[in-house]
């Protein structure tokens, strides 16, 4: 049984920075993509950024430059480095994990980790 349980969120101002890991149980991160979503509260979830299984990161363009995805196999750990943050980055960020090393169907989600930007 898999799970992935996020961490690092938390109150930052305009400008901060927060580090957000996300530890995957019950199967080795390194053979899938992974990635972040997040949402506000009355709207859609949103795509934030993923990391193939060969290393390609994409990313939302409202984050390029800003955000870093990263992943340590061997600890079963994702990372998501939040910089620069303003306003509009304030949601729950949750942690996926598709089906295989690309862009697929979403198998797993995390329960969240809430980031608020003031």
């Known amino acids: 049984h898999v799970q992935l349980v996020e961490s690092g969120g938390g109150s930052v101002q305009v400008g901060g920075s927060l580090t957000l890991s996300c530890v995957a149980s019950?199967?080795?991160?390194?053979?899938?993509?992974m990635g972040w979503f997040r949402q506000i509260p009355d709207r859609e979830r949103e795509g934030v950024a993923r990391?193939?299984?060969?290393?390609?990161?994409t990313y939302t363009d409202s984050v390029k430059g800003r955000f870093t995805i990263s992943r340590d196999n061997a600890g079963g750990t994702l990372s998501l480095q939040l910089n620069s943050l303003d306003l509009e980055d304030t949601a729950m960020y949750y942690c996926v994990r598709h089906s295989g090393w690309g862009l697929g169907t979403i198998l797993y989600w995390g329960q969240g980790t809430q980031v608020t930007v003031s």
């Open positions: 990391l193939d299984a060969y290393g390609s990161a």
């Open positions: 019950g199967d080795t991160i390194g053979r899938y993509c």
